[in-house]
T-cell receptor, first 111, second 114 residues
């Protein structure tokens, strides 16, 4: 999805916080999602945020949304080796039900 | 209900053959979506159904691709005359509403065209 961009790779040490960033282009997006994908598996929905919110916290996950800059971030607190995976952000626009995905950020957690 | 089921998990086929994949959505979900994911990329939307009606199919990659959801429950995605470029993961998702936690993906069908 060229309309949604993410950095390719992030490496952190176990116990540190991870921040994965995403930019999108459509200001009419209603929901923004974060999915996790482990090797050979489907997509696991981690969390989502509605466009009228600035922040959402869910246990170790914090999502921040800056609508002015069309910037979305996912913070994972106390990152564990089991968090190693590819993380995708996705936007859902008003016009339809499809999701537009970014290219994914590979998170590597070192022990 | 254990979530969105896809069958088969893996399919290897020879170029030129037809293949069909099946998706069983979460039972109370009336919307069903198909995506394709190639290696190193995010999923790309193909088509979606609300009940048995196919409401968006302009994103299907060519006229070799078709999808059905005859009774508003399970769906099939068919690729005719497969090409090597069709090798990818084909993902199905379902939802009961337009956003939020209802949007659930299956584990996918990995297609390899040799």
């Amino acid at each position: 999805g060229e309309d949604v961009e993410q950095s390719l790779f992030l490496s952190v040490r176990e116990g540190d916080s991870s921040v994965i960033n995403c930019t999108y282009t459509d200001s009419s997006s209603t929901y923004l999602y974060w999915y996790k994908q482990e090797p050979g598996a489907g997509l696991q929905l981690l969390t989502y945020i509605f466009s009228n919110m600035d922040m959402k916290q869910d246990q170790r996950l914090t999502v921040l949304l800056n609508k002015k800059d069309k910037h979305l971030s996912l913070r994972i607190a106390d990152t564990q080796t089991g968090d190693s995976a590819i993380y995708f952000c996705a936007e859902q626009r008003n016009a339809g039900n499809m999701l537009t995905f970014g290219g994914g950020t590979r998170l590597m957690v070192k022990p | 209900d254990t979530g969105v089921s896809q069958d088969p998990r893996h399919k290897i086929t020879k170029r030129g053959q037809n293949v069909t994949f099946r998706c069983d959505p979460i039972s109370e979900h009336n919307r069903l979506y198909w995506y394709r994911q190639t290696l190193g990329q995010g999923p790309e939307f193909l088509t979606y159904f609300q009940n048995e009606a196919q409401l968006e199919k302009s994103r299907l990659l060519s006229d070799r691709f078709s999808a059905e959801r005859p009774k508003g429950s399970f769906s099939t995605l068919e690729i005719q005359r497969t090409e090597q470029g069709d090798s990818a993961m084909y993902l199905c998702a379902s939802s009961a509403r337009t956003g939020g936690y209802g949007y659930t993906f299956g584990s996918g069908t990995r297609l390899t065209v040799v």
